[in-house]
């Protein structure tokens, strides 16, 4: 089953702690992304990949961290987490190639707060 | 720059009236690609349709119905006779050529009640 499996789903830490959420692929998809959910605010890009080793800030890269060493993983970093990073996050990926017919498949969503 | 703009923060309606979600949007390219997204009281992001800048046919699915009109850049989407399950935070989204980026609107939240 083609599916982006992120990890953890829930996720309560404190401030300063540095924790890693972990999203992975099984669709062999060049691109991956990371996205947060805020209230009011829709979902903003937060950092995307193009390819292995290939990476570049989104919209609000501010606070995080992302690595691409193997093409199905694309690991979301918070080095020192702060309250306003508390958020919805989703992983998304999609293949290189725009002009087929498909989507942008997303991960079930990591519910993250920071107290 | 792309912008997707729901001005429909919350709608509420009665089990089998028909609603009408709207999306407008803002984009330089010539190519780029529009998304419905449904997302439950779950959480996760449910995939309904995506439409390309140079199809302009409107789509039809069971209940579900969209209406792309450039002209007016918007991207509308229609429940015909809502049910309870319908209740969902809808989200439009706009994508350049390449994918590298989904814009989204604000999102409609929709209630419906028996």
């Known amino acids: ?115 | 720059a792309q912008k997707v703009t729901q001005a429909q923060t919350e709608i509420s309606v009665v089990e089998k009236e028909d609603v009408t979600l709207d999306c407008v949007y803002e984009t330089r390219d010539t190519t780029y690609y529009l998304f419905w997204y449904k997302q439950p009281p779950s959480g996760e992001l449910v995939f309904l349709i995506r439409r390309n800048s140079f199809d302009e046919q409107n789509e039809i699915s069971g209940r579900y119905s969209w209406n792309f009109q450039k002209s007016t850049s918007s991207f509308n989407f229609t429940i015909t006779a809502s049910q309870v399950v319908d209740s969902a935070v809808y989200f439009c989204a706009l994508s350049e050529a390449g994918f590298q980026k989904l814009v989204f609107g604000t999102g409609t939240r929709l209630l419906v009640s028996p």
């Open chain 1, 1 to 115: 089953e083609a599916q982006v499996t992120q990890n953890p789903r829930y996720l309560i830490t404190v401030t300063g702690k540095k924790l890693t959420v972990t999203c992975s692929q099984n669709m062999n998809h060049e691109y991956m992304s990371w996205y947060r959910q805020d209230p009011g605010l829709g979902l903003r890009q937060i950092y995307y990949s193009m390819n292995v080793e290939v990476t570049d800030k989104g919209d609000v890269p501010e606070g995080y961290k992302v690595s691409r060493k193997e093409k199905r993983n694309f690991p979301l970093i918070l080095e020192s987490p702060s309250p306003n990073q508390t958020s919805l996050y989703f992983c998304a990926s999609s293949p290189r190639d725009g002009s087929v017919n498909t989507e942008a498949f997303f991960g079930q969503g990591t519910r993250l707060t920071v107290v």
